[in-house]
């Protein structure tokens, strides 16, 4: 466990591709997945964004012992901050009623909190029952039931369960993961009944199969028309995604420049927001950062 650890939630609020740098066979620009197939937000990009964004308000030694000294350097040296991979926890689906869900699954949640006590932060959800084989458990007041109680997300229609439990969790969830900015009331409030737990294989189906997949073009701007090879299928993340991660620090041995650990001397800078991944220019890769 590291001297010191917090937990981090990102909020998608623009599609995020980071991508696997190789090209799939249908998408030429995949996302970056682990072995199981979950697209991930890597350490590597994290950290640059983190850099990028405070670059302007912290001095170079500073940055050089939070993050390491950047490639290349005479003397390398190895930053106190750790990051965990960023991995989701909600992921966004269209719904025949109410326009969309975040859907999650008991192994992702399981998943999260296990990373939780290994770096030794408190986590403690209140409880939901797993769903039955291709089940999905809602709260009571689910804005996305049909007029036959049924949820239907994509092409698929679920029998459903409703129970407290999954309210309970919902607004429990969107009280430390959501930012408390008045703009996000809306979906503060909408999360109590937008939250959906579904079997652990649906929830790896709509990963893999139902991300945002967007045709690119690169246009030629001597004649107006599409450059020679220069069109693309390329994978994103879409908005409204909610990924969880962990920042821990640990002593290396060199004097600190701050007086406090760094995951406190982070904190302090008070991050609400980054931009990850490619499609910088297209405002891709908006995401809110949030601490539990």
Not at 61 to 67: E, K, M, P, S
Not at 70 to 90: A, N, T
Not at 126 to 152: K, Q, S, Y
Not at 227 to 241: C, H, K, N, R, V
Request: with cysteine; glycine share 10%.
């Amino acid at each position: 466990m590291p001297g010191a650890a917090a937990g981090v939630f990102l909020y998608v609020e623009t599609s995020l591709h980071i991508g696997a740098g190789e090209p799939g066979r249908v998408i030429d620009l995949p996302l970056n997945r682990d072995e199981d197939g979950v697209p991930l937000v890597p350490e590597s990009s994290l950290r640059g964004s983190l850099v990028a964004a405070i670059r302007r308000r912290c001095d170079k030694d500073q940055i050089v012992w939070a993050f390491g000294s950047p490639p290349g350097s005479e003397k390398p040296q190895v930053g106190v901050l750790s990051f965990s991979p960023m991995r989701p926890l909600l992921f966004p689906v269209r719904t025949y009623q109410g326009v969309f869900a975040w859907i999650t699954c008991t192994s992702a949640i399981a998943a999260w909190l296990a990373e939780a006590e290994r770096h030794g932060v408190a986590v403690n959800p209140p409880p939901i029952a797993p769903p039955g084989e291709f089940e999905a458990i809602v709260a009571p007041d689910c804005p996305m039931l049909t007029g036959r109680g049924t949820l239907i997300i994509e092409e698929f229609t679920f029998p459903v369960r409703q129970a407290d439990g999954m309210r309970r969790f919902a607004e429990w969830l969107a009280g430390i993961a959501l930012p408390r900015e008045p703009a996000y009331g809306f979906w503060r409030e909408r999360f109590s009944g937008g939250v959906v737990l579904v079997p652990d294989e649906v929830f790896a189906f709509f990963l893999q199969h139902q991300t945002a997949v967007t045709q690119r073009v690169a246009i030629d701007p001597a004649t107006g028309t599409a450059q020679d090879g220069a069109m693309w299928i390329e994978e994103s993340l879409p908005s409204e995604t909610l990924l969880y991660g962990f920042v821990s620090a640990e002593d290396r041995g060199h004097l600190p420049p701050v007086t406090v650990s760094g995951v406190s001397w982070l904190r302090q800078l008070e991050i609400t927001r980054l931009q990850i991944g490619a499609n910088r220019t297209l405002g891709g890769g908006l995401v809110r950062w949030v601490w539990i």
